[in-house]
C-alpha cells in the first residue's frame, strides 16, 4: 500500500488549496478514505472522509462549508480542495486508508496558511 499526497503549500488567509492523495497496491475503490492533519505540538485529528463509493462524506466541524473532499476511482486519487483556509488550519496534511486491521498513512503534505 502506497499513498502519496501533494498540492500543500504557502497560502495568505482567505486562499485556496487543493490536496491530493495518489494511491496504489490495493483496490482503491473498496475503501473509504479520510484526510487527517497535524499541527505543531498537537495531536493528528480527523479532517474529513469519503465512502468507497464517495456517496457519503464526513467533515470536522470547523472545516465544515470550507473543506471539501472528493475521490475518483477511475485515477485511484482521493482530494481535499480547502477554500477560505485560516492560519488555524495551518498544519501537515494526511491521507489515510484503513484496510483490514492496518492504518496506512501517507508521507504527508505541509500547508501553511500566513500572510
Known amino acids: 500500500v502506497q499513498l502519496v499526497e501533494s498540492g500543500g503549500g504557502l497560502v495568505q488567509p482567505g486562499g485556496s488549496l487543493r490536496l491530493s492523495c495518489a494511491a496504489s497496491?490495493?483496490?482503491?475503490?473498496?475503501?473509504?478514505m479520510r484526510w487527517y492533519r497535524q499541527a505543531p505540538g498537537k495531536e493528528r485529528e480527523l479532517v474529513a472522509g469519503?465512502?468507497?463509493?464517495?456517496?457519503?462524506?464526513y467533515y470536522a466541524d470547523s472545516m465544515k462549508g470550507r473543506f471539501a473532499i472528493s475521490r475518483d476511482n477511475a485515477k485511484n486519487t482521493v482530494y481535499l480542495q480547502m477554500n477560505n483556509l485560516k492560519p488555524e488550519d495551518t498544519a501537515v496534511y494526511y491521507c489515510?486508508?484503513?484496510?483490514?486491521?492496518?492504518?496506512?498513512w501517507g508521507q504527508g503534505t505541509q500547508v501553511t496558511v500566513s500572510s
Open positions: 489515510n486508508a484503513f484496510i483490514g486491521v492496518h492504518d496506512y
Open positions: 469519503i465512502s468507497n463509493s464517495g456517496g457519503s462524506t
Open positions: 497496491g490495493f483496490t482503491f475503490s473498496n475503501y473509504a
